[in-house]
Every structure is written in C-alpha cells, then in structure tokens.
C-alpha cells in the first residue's frame, strides 16, 4: 500500500541526484546562511501555565508568555528604558505563529502605545537548557507589521535563559489554574540579507562573470521524494516564495511534470505580474550535511516581463534548510511519497548590461 509520509528528515540531495551517505540531521539554534543580527533585547517577564490532565495524568501546559524588553544591558529594568513588549496571539496567525515581539517608536512608550513593528513566529528548534531553565530557541517569523526594525525579521533567537520552568506535576491539583513563573531571556533579531557577497559561494557556484543579482526570494515548502523499493529520488518540489520569512507570498516554485526541450524542470513563477523561468541543474555542493545542496542552475526558458523573469539567465539556491529524504534504514514500501520540510533563499541573475531598475 502506497503511504504518504511529511515529517522531517535526515540524508542529503541534490536536484535530482541521490547521495548515499546518511547522516542524522543535527539541530542548531542558528540560522541558515544569508541572515544577520539586526538587535538583541532583554527579556524580563513570566512564561504562563494551564494545570490540565494528559492521559489521565496532571501536567502543566504552557500557553503564553509575557515579558518587558529592555536593550541588552542587563542593568536596563526600568520601565523608562523598555523597548517593546513579548506576548502571544491568541490564536495561531495564517504561518503558525503565536509567539510575538513589539518595538517601540521610543523608550518608555506606554504598554498601550500603539507599536511601530511587531514580529510573530513559530518554532523551528527547541533546545534543553543545562540549568534549569526553559529551552533555548530558534523561531522563523510568519508574520510581520509596521516599518520598524521588527519589520525586517527573519528568525528569532532565544538563548541565555533563567528560570521559567513549569512547576511540578504535583503542584498541579486544579484543572485550568494558571501558573506565571518569572524568567528572563536574551531575543536577538535576525534579517535576511538582501545582497550576495561571492566570497559566501564556492567559485564553482558563483554566476558567470558579467552577470548581476536581479533580486531574491525566500523559498519555504517541501523536497518531495518517492521510494522506487531500494532508494529514496527526489520527485518534484513545492515552496511559496515571498521576500522573506513571514513576508506576503507572491510566487510559488515547483517542477515541470517534463523536462523542457534544454532539460530544464525546477520552475519559479511570480503571480502579478505573471512571470516565469524554468532551470537545470549545472553544478551543486554540499555546504550543511543536514540540509539539501546549494546550487547553480542555468535557465532554459522564461517568460514574462524583463524585470521580474523574463530576463534570468542563471538561479542559486542558498541557505538551504532542511529538506533532506529519508535514511535508507527508515521503514517505506516501493511507491511511498515523503515530503521533507526545507527553506531556501533562491538568487536570480540577468546579463550586466540589462538596465539595473
């Protein structure tokens, strides 16, 4: 019987090459290539429990968090020096996320001052912490606002952690009691680059010479895999595409069912104004054993306007995340599908000579 299986994954691919080396996928509080710090604050408020059964057995569940920012000075408790507020929607935003962050247009706004950016995100990594403490996290953001800073976030970090940590199972005797421990943490902001220095590639992934960047999207969606009985084969791909990680999704990637006439499959599309390219793979490497290759692809056929597709001549695929199949030792049957969560930052090159708009 045929299955379809979407979790997360271990090994490595390029487009349409299997590797045979597996590797388990290591997990890292930093994210992938292509972003940077843009601020770091202080954290200083309460994560928040329910007192609920599970499986018969009372637990604490956490539901929210709520906290004062501070800038990263430690010393800075006041709420004269508050920068923002850390709290969490509601109900889950349209990527996911609860957990959100504020800025303030200036220091000691008041709670009820409307905000001049806000960043809500969902987990990618939870990592224990060594001192009794709650995890450390990586978040990716999925929703954004306002033209602050927090308006250019692509992950969020939250590391330096004290306190936080639910009570104990025993404690818990009242179904639906909230329990508000104090913590503080470290946030640090990240943004997602909007330039290619060539010193972040290999020579052998860099675009010919007298070629330019024309722009970038941020790609998140599956590496979709199919099991032929012995080995695991990349089957197609599909992502959204945006300018970044909780930014409006303006285009999709996906194969063609066929190669086209000069072999190209892997396809990008923009919605409005319509445009695509179509590409084949020319060279890959490996840069991060848990996440599929970086690569160069030439394009093979376009359409559209100049100055969205109808001009590429070459594509990089960078900062790749995730998107790895299966290992040979995981349990499939011959036809079973497996779609691996991955997210990449794709680089579109046109002639130099093309007017720069």
Known sequence: ?????????????????????????????????????????????????????????????????????????????SLAERVGLHYFLPHPDSGGGKATWSSTSAPGANASTAPDSTVTGKVLVSIPSNNNSINSLLLEATGLTGFGNLSRVSYIQRIFNKGGVAPSAKEC???????????????????????????????????????????????EGHQNYIYNGSTWYLKDATATLSS??????????FFLSESDPKGGRPTWETFYPESTVTAKVVRSRVVDISSISWALLQATSSTGESHIFGSVLWVQRTSTRGGLPPSSSYPANTGDTFGSPYSSIYWFYVDDRNQKV
Not at 244 to 253: C, L, N, Y
């Open 1 to 77: 019987m045929m299955r379809t299986i979407l979790i997360t994954c271990m090994a490595a691919s390029v487009f349409g090459i299997f590797m045979t080396f597996h590797i388990a996928a290591a997990q890292s509080l930093d994210p992938p290539a292509g972003n940077y710090v843009i601020r770091r604050v202080h954290g200083k408020g309460s994560q928040i429990y329910r007192c609920t059964t599970s499986n018969g057995e009372p637990t604490w569940a956490s539901i929210a968090a709520k906290a004062d920012l501070f800038p990263i000075t430690f010393s800075a408790t």
């Open 244 to 253: 970044g990680p909780g930014q409006e999704v303006i285009g999709r990637h």
């Open 173 to 219: 005797t009242k179904d639906g009691e909230l329990a508000k421990i104090p913590y503080q943490s470290v946030y640090v902001f990240w943004a997602q680059l909007t330039s290619l220095s060539t010193r972040q590639l290999s020579p052998s992934l860099s675009s010919p010479a007298g070629t330019r960047p024309l722009f970038s999207f941020f790609g």
